[in-house]
């Protein structure tokens, strides 16, 4: 009897156990909806690099091999979701970390719940500046929220100097009304202070999600002589920006964040986007053998000829292997203790991307960049043609595929 009961027992329990061998990995974001094709190609990039290390035989964490177990949730891009997504997922108590997000909103409705627990977050592949910013504050002396893409200040400082180097003169600032757009409006309107002012702004208009025509916004930016449209926004809505200005006859450069090279804005503004110019960080072109490969196997794993989101898909996959390795030098699937392996990384950690070193320091409650990984150099400016994203110049690929080769430092 006594034999019968283990037995029961056993059986009850190698389930427990076999979670247990594993790294609990959130994977959280829009995978449906108008932010999917950010969110999706996230997801699908990451599960790349998590079918890459589990092949491998998993992560060394102390002395056992432990594979990787994704979770995946959608959270529609809604911030009442996110937050009962994030309520969820922190409540788990074996929960290791957390990778994903894109909108600003889901982000600022969520993450306090992961704070509060000391989960470890890395925002990935986007959001807006208040993601971070709101947590710059001498209460909050310790953070386990980090964050893996290009950050707005970045390219909100790339969007104004390109059209200050094209020497334009007169611009209209456009915008959406969801948190990231206003938060990238800022964004803009800051760095034209801080690079001297040198660009006028004589219009600045919003649109709202499920906008279809800007033809009144627009005709305001045009009748007051704007040279170049800066734009920040998210989703299929860009695209009706782009058909507008062509249905005024507006001919003057689109220029804004990295959102415009999505497969929703490429696809439907179609010959109306050429020439739309935005910041990247990954350009769906193999210039060095770890791009074609990466590139070759999503392609092959999701049958696909074009990655609706290269960016996201990219920056996916190099937040998992950094991801690991900090499980790796944690030697424990410890949030916490995996939190303070990403502030002090031993080891560079390759990726497609670049080869990451030290890409986080100690949280610092005055300085937002401590726990972002992103710097300028990783960065570049993407040009839309004829229905794909290419270097806006030659002397960036060179940069990137250098870069790509070389490391990245503080």
Request: hydrophobic share 45%; with cysteine; proline share 4%.
């Amino acid at each position: 009897m006594i034999c019968r009961r283990l037995a029961a027992l056993a059986v009850i329990l190698l389930p427990a156990i076999a979670s247990a061998q594993t790294v609990k990995l959130a994977l959280t974001g829009p995978f449906t909806g108008g932010s999917a094709p950010m969110g999706g190609s996230f997801r699908d990039g990451a599960k790349i690099a998590v079918a890459e290390i589990n092949a491998a035989g998993g992560i060394q964490v102390g002395p056992v091999k432990m594979k990787i177990e994704p979770i995946e949730r959608d959270d529609e891009a809604k911030n009442e979701r996110g937050a009962l997504i994030a309520q969820e997922l922190a409540s788990m108590s074996d929960l290791a970390g957390v990778i994903g997000s894109v909108n600003t909103g889901v982000v600022m409705a969520g993450d306090k719940h992961f704070q509060e627990k000391g989960i470890t977050k890395i925002i990935c592949p986007a959001a807006g500046s208040k993601s971070m910013t709101q947590w710059l504050d001498p209460k909050v002396p310790d953070l386990s929220i980090f964050r893996f893409a290009a950050h707005d200040g970045i390219q909100s400082a790339m969007v104004v100097e390109e059209a200050i180097n094209r020497k334009f003169k007169k611009v209209m600032v456009f915008f959406d009304s969801t948190n990231y757009g206003v938060s990238g409006r800022d964004d803009m309107l800051d760095q034209i202070k801080k690079q001297g002012n040198k660009l006028e702004i004589v219009a600045q208009e919003k649109f709202n999600i499920g906008d279809k025509d800007m033809t009144a916004q627009l005709l305001k930016g045009k009748s007051a002589g704007a040279e170049a449209v800066l734009i920040w926004g998210i989703g299929p809505e860009l695209a009706a920006v782009s058909n507008g200005m062509a249905k005024i006859g507006m001919k003057v450069p689109l220029i804004g964040g990295w959102t415009l090279s999505m497969s929703n804005y490429i696809d439907n503004a179609g010959k109306n986007g050429n020439g739309t110019l935005m910041p990247q960080t990954f350009i769906e072109e193999p210039i060095t053998p770890k791009a074609k490969a990466f590139i070759d196997a999503y392609h092959k794993a999701y049958s696909v000829a074009r990655i609706a989101s290269p960016v996201s898909a990219a920056q996916g996959y190099d937040a998992v292997y950094i991801f690991a390795a900090a499980v790796k030098q944690a030697g424990t699937t410890d949030s916490r203790k995996i939190k303070l392996a990403l502030e002090d990384l031993k080891e560079p950690v390759p990726g497609v991307i670049t080869t990451w070193v030290k890409p986080y320091a100690k949280w610092d409650p005055n300085n937002v960049e401590s726990h972002e990984a992103f710097r300028r150099e990783q960065v570049v400016m993407g040009m839309v043609k004829d229905g794909a994203v290419v270097f806006g110049n030659d002397a960036d690929r060179q940069r990137l595929k250098k870069a790509a080769a070389g490391t990245k430092g503080r």
